[in-house]
């Protein structure tokens, strides 16, 4: 059985930095498709960033240059690094992973099977 445990959410001040990490187990992460996606309440769960099986990465163009996605296949972590925080970015942070990677580098939720159960990232200005 796959689950995933997001930690590292909080709060801080625009212009800080943040970083989420996400265990795994169940399965071999450096052989799933992995992202990051965010939620505010009353609006859908955006794609913030993926990553491939050899690591290859896709950002939303509202955190790139910002946000790095990235893996540690030995210990089964996935993170996202946040810097230069703004208050729009305040939301719960999702990760999510998909067997076979069906679909490489996908930030749309449908391609994902699997998903954590969230941590809080709230940005102040």
């Known amino acids: 059985q796959v689950l995933l445990v997001e930690s590292g959410g909080g709060s801080v001040q625009a212009g800080g930095s943040l970083r989420l990490s996400c265990g795994a187990s169940g399965y071999t992460i450096s052989t799933y498709c992995m992202g990051w996606f965010r939620q505010v309440p009353g609006k859908e769960r955006e794609g913030v960033a993926a990553?491939?099986?050899?690591?290859?990465?896709r950002y939303a163009d509202s955190v790139k240059g910002r946000f790095t996605i990235s893996k540690d296949n030995a210990k089964k972590i996935l993170f996202l690094q946040m810097n230069s925080l703004k208050p729009e970015d305040t939301a719960m942070y999702y990760c999510?992973?998909?067997?076979?990677?069906?679909?490489?580098?996908?930030?749309?939720?449908?391609?994902?099977?699997?998903w954590g159960q969230g941590t809080q990232v709230t940005v102040s200005s």
């Open positions: 999510a992973a998909q067997g076979d990677c069906y679909v490489p580098r996908s930030t749309n939720a449908l391609s994902y099977g699997y």
């Open positions: 990553i491939d099986s050899d690591g290859s990465t």
